[in-house]
């Protein structure tokens, strides 16, 4: 293996909006109980730029307060909290060049991607993250400790091992395509929160024997006077903000609705039980903690509550004959779940992808025929020319635009499912019609990121070749092209992902379709041309000289 320089090329965040390529950042070397890797490819991701925008305001710049002792942070170079420069990207595939003395779970050689979400150690607001407070994938090396990282042999591990038989971009992407996953796999509760904190809410005195079956509430609130267990509280607007994990409202009153909004805390159900009455108003609801903190909104025009939970999808799997409206399909995201949801080969479904750029439409189609899947269950439509009354029970929200939920509950069979996948801020709220969202029973869900089974069962597939992840790439680069493909996701000029080999100093930002001019033995192993494992070799070849 090659000798290790003492420098190199890295792209640093060092504060709001101020990126630099730094082109002699010093290597170091690993502690005891850290490895030095080696960056072989990175993708850019929109979530990079929340970090540009944000820097020591993001939640996962912050300190971390749990999960490692103080003095064992201390140790690793690259933990960088608060106003420390950092390093983003954490779509990463690496390789273990340089092992501590007491590592016990890495050998030099081992080829790895990484899970970036370090869920065990806990900031005030999120959790320790690879590419945010411990620097990321924009450079050359990386130290990782494996205090932090784990064992990469175990089901949770932060490092996931790969073999060679992919490329580089192939299982860097594992990453993103985990986050779609995550948004199809990931369970849904289906009941009351055990142990959890409950409000119980009481307007109309008809449904009161049924609180009662709910069992004893640690909290409940009724203008009527009435006698029910628990902790009485007289003002809503004094219960903690963030704080209940259940809330089950007998009643209509819209301001009061608003209210409970801001009680439910991340992974809360607020439970809307009318007893034949109506809101009748939209209800101003925090759309944008449906994706960043797993709220859920769901309600019955009876006087049972649990006949709403009962109402819950297990996970936010697509189903056969769903008929699946992609908003947004033309990003890179948006190609990402039509290519999975048309690999998934169910009975019956069909998938109309929208987008308000004609030419992106049009390359998503061109990548649902590359794939070698019946196209027979695809169309697009310009967003605008969708219409107004067509129907769906399945929405995947790609664009981060909260009137795009209300647009889904108007255009919503009964018990359709909206996964709300775009990064809607978190503070943000809208107008929903809630008499229309219980009415047809249907289910509002988000999710933010992925787990280490996600990355693996997205590398599963990539390695038996049920999924080409490449299908996504728009475009590669080398370092010095890294500050304008980052520019290229936030002004969405290109309509994939950007994939930069970090080793490759002074190669700018190349779209693959100006792969013909640029490099013509690389446009000549593209696959339908699509970036493919032999073109990235050839590319490699070339590129070093």
């Known amino acids: 293996m090659a000798s290790i320089p003492e420098t190199q090329f890295a792209i640093q965040l060092v504060g709001p909006g101020e990126l630099t390529l730094n082109a002699r950042k010093t290597v170091a070397h690993p502690g005891p109980h850290q490895i030095l890797v080696k960056t072989e490819a990175v993708g850019l991701c929109f979530s990079d730029l929340k970090l540009l925008a944000q820097f020591s305001g993001h939640v996962r710049k912050s300190d971390v307060l749990t999960g490692l002792d103080p003095d064992v942070l201390a140790e690793i170079s690259s933990y960088v909290p608060g106003e420390q420069p950092t390093v983003p990207g954490h779509e990463v595939v690496c390789r273990v060049v340089e092992i501590g003395n007491e590592v016990t779970h890495y050998q030099v050689g081992d080829r790895y991607i990484v899970q970036a979400d370090y869920r065990d150690l806990k900031t005030a607001g999120s959790n320790g993250a690879f590419g945010y407070n411990f620097e990321g994938g924009l450079q050359e090396y990386i130290v990782l400790d494996e205090r932090v990282i784990g064992d990469p042999d175990v089901p949770e591990g932060y490092m996931i091992r790969v073999d060679d038989s992919r490329g580089d971009s192939a299982v860097a992407l594992v990453e993103p395509w985990a986050c779609v996953e995550n948004s199809y796999a990931s369970p849904s509760r289906q009941t009351i929160k055990p142990g959890g904190k409950l409000l119980v809410v009481v307007d109309d005195p008809t449904t009161a024997h049924v609180a009662l079956s709910l069992g004893v509430p640690t909290y409940y609130w009724t203008g009527d006077n009435l006698e029910l267990p628990g902790e009485r509280i007289e003002n809503l607007g004094a219960l903690p903000e963030e704080s209940l994990d259940d809330i089950v409202y007998f009643g209509h009153d819209a301001s009061k609705i608003e209210v409970l909004n801001d009680k ?196 599963a597939k990539v390695t038996d070749g049920a999924l080409d992840t490449n299908t996504s790439v728009a475009a590669i680069s080398g370092m010095a092209g890294a500050k304008d493909g980052l520019a290229a996701v936030e002004n969405r000029t290109l309509d994939g992902k950007i994939i930069v080999y970090p080793f490759l100093h002074d190669l700018e930002l190349i779209p693959i379709v100006d792969l013909p001019t640029r490099f013509p033995t690389v446009a000549a192993k593209l696959k339908n041309g699509q970036w493919c494992m032999d073109a990235e070799q050839e590319f490699l070849r070339v590129a070093q000289g």
Do not use: C
């Open 264 to 459: 439910l805390a991340k992974g809360a159900i607020l439970n809307i039980v009318l007893n034949g009455a109506k809101i009748g108003k939209p209800v101003t609801v925090g759309v944008g903690r449906i994706h960043y903190g797993g709220t859920r909104w769901i309600g019955t025009t009876g006087s049972d509550p649990s006949a709403s939970y009962k109402m819950i999808p297990p996970t936010g799997e697509i189903r056969p004959n769903d008929r699946i409206l992609i908003a947004g399909a033309g990003g890179p995201m948006g190609q990402m779940h039509v290519i999975r949801d048309i690999s998934a080969g169910l009975e019956g479904v069909r998938i109309v992808a929208t987008d308000v750029d004609d030419n992106r439409l049009k390359t998503v189609a061109r990548k649902v025929e590359a794939i070698g899947k019946s196209n027979s269950g695809f169309a697009s439509s310009n967003s605008k020319a969708l219409p107004a009354d067509e129907k769906f029970s399945y929405f995947g929200l790609m664009a981060p635009i909260p009137a795009l939920v209300e647009d889904s509950i108007q255009r919503a069979e009964h018990g359709a499912v909206v996964n709300i996948f775009a990064g809607i801020p978190a503070p943000v709220k809208h107008p929903l019609d809630l008499d229309s969202l219980i009415e047809k029973q249907v289910f509002l869900f988000g999710t933010s990121g992925s787990e280490p089974q996600d990355m693996r069962s997205v590398l």
